[in-house]
């Protein structure tokens, strides 16, 4: 019976999961959407590889209304 005092470790280097995306991914998808207008606010990728762009949502304040128009 070997023990932890006497036997021999060897550590193997763990291997890099393989990737779920690759740059060429994202660099595709931004081009797109700024190709469509989009103003992209940030880039999310999950961890199964989807790749989410948030879109910057313009906060112009509108022209108030005039309240005489409603009569």
């Known amino acids: 019976m070997m023990t932890a005092d006497n036997a021999e470790f060897s550590v193997a280097p763990m291997a890099r999961?393989?990737?779920t995306f690759r740059q060429q991914d994202?660099?595709?998808?931004i081009r797109a959407?700024?190709?469509a207008g989009v103003?992209?606010?940030r880039i999310e990728?999950?961890?199964?590889g989807t790749i989410?762009?948030?879109?910057?949502?313009?906060h112009?304040?509108?022209a108030e209304a005039n309240e005489w128009d409603r009569i």
């Open 33 to 35: 959407a700024i190709a």
């Open 60 to 62: 112009e304040p509108k």
């Open 26 to 29: 994202v660099t595709r998808a």
């Open 45 to 48: 990728v999950a961890k199964n």
């Open 52 to 58: 989410v762009i948030v879109t910057a949502i313009d």
């Open 17 to 19: 999961a393989p990737s």
């Open 39 to 41: 103003d992209i606010a």
